[in-house]
């Protein structure tokens, strides 16, 4: 980090609210980690912000000192967008207030809660908002992004709920955007990603989600090219109540799955319907009837935030991640075929495929109305080469390009920038197409000099 006066520094600090950490101090190695055990980066101060106060601070003192600035609220990025070498990261992850109002059906979320603690919050009045499908997530950049989970055929986006948001922008100033004020940020705001400003507080349309009736089912990798033609076809009949995303995975070599299975090569539809058991078993009738029998299931009624974080225990912070992402509009026969002929040859047990279907509700909003684009897909693709092992980092990073490199030509060009590595601009600008040149005169307008950066950037 460029040198700077000390008594810059304890003015600054004596500024905040939070805590501000120095490389050598008791907390900064255990601070800076990230989910992605993948990414080892080093800042050189790190802001652990209390409130927006502490975040305009941080703003102004990075600004000023000409700091390369990262944002950072959940940590999940797989690039590691949240933080940066030598630079000042202004940690969001101790603002953690919600609030729900029963009445408007709304919840207003700080930026370091997790979707988990939107999901605990929501789950009390009866509420939930369309948002992933791993709680420890942060819901920051998940929104930013665009986030499409489990209620996304019903509810849409978790940008299509959005409904307004507090920023701090590059100047220093705060600005509230909703319907009425900032209109063009909001928009830009909608799957535009970081680029222009410190979101301090989301507000969320929230929807009546309690129980819901779900869970895995596997099948053997041999039967996999049978479920994939059964489930391009099944998805667009499916009640919108229902998401059934389809996996290409292999079972953990842990509880609860039985030990008979582990190790075993699968496919596998992960099924949610928000509604009460007689719908959902009508609606799920068909994979009962028309698909051979499971080797696995577990499906039932449970709470909605548990089927969020069904999954939490498999990925703990720290694993080794390098994933790619695609949109995908259709699923042929020749890219079934290298599909599993890929996942076939996974390095890890955690290393997977998945379609997480974003269509319904998705694909009636424009896609000019947001910064989001391909709302014409059907799904959103992510391969995820998984570890716990540092000395496999190189052969799942090789093993996802490798077979992304098979599928993207079966694919829509772009892809959800939360499923990027950090690829280049041509990349960004594919995944935002036509209103690629929207985002940049935004982008201008608000972040004239790019000071956010650290992050799918958009180039003014």
């Known amino acids: 980090m460029k040198t700077i006066n000390k008594d810059t520094i304890e003015n600054f600090k004596a500024s905040l609210r939070g805590e501000l950490i120095h490389p050598g ?26 409130n927006t106060a502490d975040v305009i601070n941080a703003v102004n003192f990075g600004r000023d000192n000409d700091l390369l600035i990262a944002i950072r609220g959940g940590g999940h990025s797989g690039p590691g967008l949240g933080s940066c070498n030598d630079g000042l990261v202004i940690d969001l992850s101790t603002m953690k207030g919600v609030r729900v109002d029963p009445g408007n059906r709304t ?17 009390a009045f009866g509420l939930a908002v369309p948002a992933g499908i791993v709680s420890s997530t942060g819901i920051a950049g998940l929104t930013l992004g665009g986030g499409h989970g489990y209620l996304s055929r019903k509810y849409g986006l978790t940008i ?23 209109q063009d ?23 009546p989600v309690k129980m819901i009736y779900g869970g895995p089912i596997f099948w053997n990798i041999e039967d996999a090219p049978t479920v994939m033609r059964w ?8 009640p919108e109540e229902l998401c059934p995303f389809f996996g290409l995975k292999t079972v953990p070599s842990t509880l609860p799955f039985p030990e008979a299975i582990w190790g075993k090569r699968i496919c596998a539809l992960i099924n949610c319907y928000n509604g009460p058991q007689g ?20 499906v039932g009624m449970m709470p909605y935030p548990a089927i969020q974080s069904l999954f939490d225990p498999l990925f703990p912070k720290g694993l080794q991640w390098y994933w790619k992402g695609d949109f995908v509009k259709d699923l042929t026969d020749e890219a079934i075929e290298k599909h599993i002929q890929h ?60 077979y992304w490199e098979a599928l993207h030509p079966y694919s829509m060009g772009g892809a959800y920038v939360n499923f990027m590595m950090e690829e280049g601009q041509e990349r960004v600008q594919a995944t935002y197409g036509e209103n690629y040149q929207k985002l940049i ?17 958009i180039r003014p």
């Not at 008791?26 to 989910?35: A, H, P, T």
């Not at 996974?346 to 109305?369: C, F, K, W």
């Open 160 to 182: 299509d709920n959005l409904i307004e948001a507090d920023v701090v922008l590059a100047d220093g100033s705060f600005v509230t955007t909703n319907e009425s004020q900032h």
């Open 231 to 238: 489930y391009r076809e099944f998805l667009p009949k499916a």
């Open 25 to 50: 101090d008791g907390n900064y190695n255990e601070v800076r980690q990230l989910y992605n055990g993948m990414v080892d980066k080093k800042p050189g101060l790190i802001i652990r912000c209390r």
């Open 185 to 207: 940020l909001l928009w830009a705001l909608r799957g535009g990603g970081g680029n222009f400003g410190v979101v301090t507080s989301f507000v969320y349309r929230a929807h």
């Open 343 to 402: 996942a076939s040859k996974s390095p890890t047990e955690l290393s997977l495929m998945h379609l997480y279907p974003i269509d319904g509700a998705v694909q009636r909003v424009g896609r000019n109305e947001m910064a989001w684009n391909y709302r014409d897909a059907t799904w959103s693709m992510v391969i995820a080469g998984i570890g716990s092992d540092p000395s496999k980092a190189q052969s799942i990073s090789k093993w996802a390009k490798d």
């Open 441 to 457: 005169g935004i982008k201008k307008k608000y972040d004239p000099e790019n000071l956010f950066r650290v992050n799918q950037n």
């Open 107 to 123: 919840i207003r979320v700080e930026p370091g809660c997790t979707q988990g603690d939107m999901d605990h919050a929501g789950h």
């Open 279 to 298: 719908e959902a078993e009508k609606a799920m009738k068909p994979i009962q009837d028309e698909l051979p029998p499971p080797i696995f299931q577990h």
